[in-house]
Each structure stands twice: as C-alpha cells, then as structure tokens.
C-alpha cells in the first residue's frame, strides 16, 4: 500500500489516504489500522498457545484465502498443520493456511512529532536541534 496523505480529523486523531496495489481508487484509514508490513514468517513449531500471530482467514469461506487479521492462538495441532486461533473476537477459527507471521505493533515512532512529522530533511525546532531546528545530533 501507498499512503498518498496524512490529515488530522475533528477529533485531532490521524487519517490516511492509502491506495492499495491490490484494489481500485483511494481509501480512508484511522491510524489505529495501520500497521507494519509483516515481515517475520513463522513455522507452525515456533507458534505457541497464547501467541499473537497475523494470518490470513476468510470468515465466509474458512478454506479459502481471505483478509489479513490480528489472531490470539488457542491451539495448535501439527499433526493436521493447523492452528486454532481468535480472530475479531470469534473463537475457533481454524486456520489452515500456514502463511503466518508474528503480529507487530504498529510503530508511529517516525510520525510523532506533530509539527513535521519526523522529516529528517525539515528542520524542526521542536524535535530538532533547538538552536537550527536540524537533525544531525539525537541529544541535543
């Protein structure tokens, strides 16, 4: 996905406009579903009850792929390279394509000053050096 802009809302809360590469046209999404790109794939012997994993569930057709969901694992038989997850509060779905990652938090950390959102090319006075408002040195 493509974030095309970044504005505040009513409630000063973060909306994005995101154009997917997999669907048409631009979309608005809260920061609260952002997220990192999942990058740390997991073999069904590293996932554990209790884990917090990413996979892909579809809830109308659970043997087909569907959306990426945040999953609270619940069991795990590898006999059948399954994994019995939570996902959106719906315990018991049965995961069986084993595409899984370690879920992430999101990390907002290059977005949290308010005033340049941690634009290293724009000098800031706020997050920057307090002198030139530059971002050479972290302590100062």
């Known amino acids: 996905a493509l974030v095309k ?3 505040l809302d009513e409630n000063k809360k973060w909306v994005y406009s995101i154009k997917f590469t997999e669907y048409d ?6 920061e609260s579903d952002i997220r990192n790109i999942a990058s740390n794939k997991l073999g069904i012997s590293d996932i554990k ?3 917090k994993i990413f996979v892909n ?4 057709n659970p043997g087909q792929l569907g959306f990426w969901y945040d999953a609270k694992v619940e069991a795990v038989r590898r006999t059948t390279n399954t994994v019995v997850c939570t996902i959106r509060n719906k315990p ?3 995961v069986t ?3 899984i990652y370690k879920s992430e938090a999101p990390d907002f950390s290059e977005m949290d000053c308010e005033k340049c959102r ?4 724009r000098k800031c006075y706020q997050c920057g050096c307090r002198k ?3 971002k050479h040195d972290d302590d100062k």
Do not use: I, P, Q
């Not at 941690?118 to 090319?121: G, I, L, T, Y």
């Open 5 to 7: 802009s970044a504005n």
């Open 25 to 30: 046209g631009e979309h608005s999404v809260a």
């Open 49 to 51: 009850v209790d884990d």
């Open 57 to 60: 569930y579809n809830f109308d």
């Open 92 to 94: 018991g779905c049965r």
């Open 97 to 99: 394509n084993l595409e």
């Open 118 to 121: 941690k634009n290293r090319k």
């Open 132 to 134: 030139c408002g530059g």
